[in-house]
Nanobody, 125 residues
C-alpha cells in the first residue's frame, strides 16, 4: 500500500520548536518533489515547503527564515524543522508527492498525490 505517515506534531508555546517527519511506505521517495502543507482550522490546505529530488527547497513566505526542510532517502523520509513557532502556524500538517513536478511550488493542492493523514501542531500559550 502506498502511503505517507506523518509524525512529530504536538502542542508548544510560541517561540518553541518541533520537527515533523513524513515517512513513505510502498514506494521510494528519491525521485519525487515532496511537499508539506498546512490546514489551519476552518481554512483550506496551503503549501508550507517543498523539497526536490536534489534537495533544492522552497518555502512559503510565512515559513522563510524559521523552517528547514530536509530529506533522507535512505530512510525514505522527509523532515520539516520548525523554529520560532507562532500561533498562526497552528494546523494539521500533511505531506504529499508532486508526481509531475508542477504543483508544489505553486501550492496547487489538487496536483499533489499520496496524502498522509497529517499530524496536528498547536502553538498556544
Amino acid at each position: 500500500q502506498l502511503q505517507f505517515v506523518e509524525s512529530g506534531g504536538g502542542s508548544v508555546q510560541p517561540g518553541g520548536s518541533l520537527t515533523l517527519s513524513c515517512a513513505a511506505s510502498g514506494f521510494t521517495l528519491d525521485r519525487y518533489i515532496v511537499g508539506w502543507f498546512r490546514q489551519a482550522p476552518g481554512k483550506g490546505r496551503e503549501v508550507v515547503s517543498c523539497i526536490s529530488s536534489s534537495s533544492a527547497s522552497y518555502f512559503a513566505d510565512s515559513a522563510k527564515g524559521r523552517f528547514t526542510i530536509s530529506r533522507d532517502n535512505a530512510m525514505n523520509t522527509v523532515f520539516l524543522q520548525m523554529n520560532s513557532l507562532k500561533p498562526e502556524d497552528t494546523g494539521v500538517y500533511s505531506c504529499a508527492i508532486d508526481p509531475y513536478g508542477s504543483s508544489c511550488y505553486l501550492g496547487a493542492v489538487d496536483g499533489m498525490d499520496y496524502w498522509g493523514k497529517g499530524t496536528l501542531v498547536i502553538v498556544s500559550s
